[in-house]
């Protein structure tokens, strides 16, 4: 079965660093997606991406947050400096044509100390 | 805006014991609704959907939820439990048609004691 793949699976990092947050979206999926989780909290959506470009973003995905599709097979996400409420895991999702059911990896989860 | 709420944050239950989990959501027009669960350690994955049709639907492992658009419910059902199910189970509702964003509830915390 089509899987999406994150990388890494655990980041620790410095307050201040940026932060790179790797996916492979299933292969044919148009639509995708970055949320996260953090610990206790429910899954927040952060940002979806269409045809190269952001479809929508939530209040939380502000000017340290960026995406982008650098190839025809990653999605990244990319955090510039990093606080420490940014420590979450970090779920990146993929659909298909019909945009509505989501496929999920297995999440990234990063520490800010 | 949208918003969905999970009743119980924590249900402990033995095995075979029957189960029910309440979501209620909030949106005014027709809406896709999901059950996604978490098991320990690994990533999201769905349980079932419903996007239109039956208002009955079952998804894997033994597992059904009912919309019920009057009450604007959509409970996660079980008859017997087992160990294998302890996860977290989350809903979810997006508005029906093209793309949406997927938002979710706080989640349950379903721990089966054998």
């Known amino acids: 079965e089509p899987e999406v793949t994150q990388t890494p699976s655990h980041q620790v990092t410095q307050m201040g660093q940026e932060v790179i947050l790797r996916c492979v979206p299933i292969s044919n999926h148009l639509y995708f997606y970055w949320y996260r989780q953090i610990l206790g909290q429910k899954v927040e959506f952060l940002v979806s991406f269409y045809n190269n470009e952001i479809s929508e973003k939530s209040e939380i995905f502000d000017d340290q947050f960026s995406v982008e599709r650098p190839d025809g097979s990653n999605f990244t996400l990319k955090i510039r400096s990093t606080k420490l409420e940014d420590s979450a895991m970090y779920f990146c999702?993929?659909?298909?044509?019909?945009?509505?059911?989501?496929?999920f990896g297995a999440g990234s989860r990063l520490t800010v100390l | 805006a949208q918003s969905v709420s999970q009743h119980n944050h924590h249900v402990i239950l033995s095995e075979a014991a029957s189960l029910e989990l309440g979501c209620n959501y909030s949106?005014?027009?027709?809406?896709?609704l999901f059950w996604y669960v978490q098991y320990p350690g690994q990533h999201l994955q769905l349980l079932l959907k419903?996007?239109?049709?039956?208002?009955l639907v079952k998804g894997i492992k033994g597992f059904e939820a009912e919309f019920i658009k009057s009450k604007f419910s959509f409970n996660l059902r079980k008859p017997s439990v087992q160990w294998s199910d302890t996860a977290e189970y989350f809903c979810a509702v997006t508005a029906a048609g093209g793309y949406n964003k997927l938002i979710f509830g706080a989640g349950t915390r379903l721990a089966v004691h054998p």
């Open positions: 419903y996007f239109s049709g039956d208002p």
């Open positions: 999702a993929s659909s298909g044509a019909g945009a509505n059911v989501l496929t």
């Open positions: 949106y005014g027009g027709t809406v896709n």
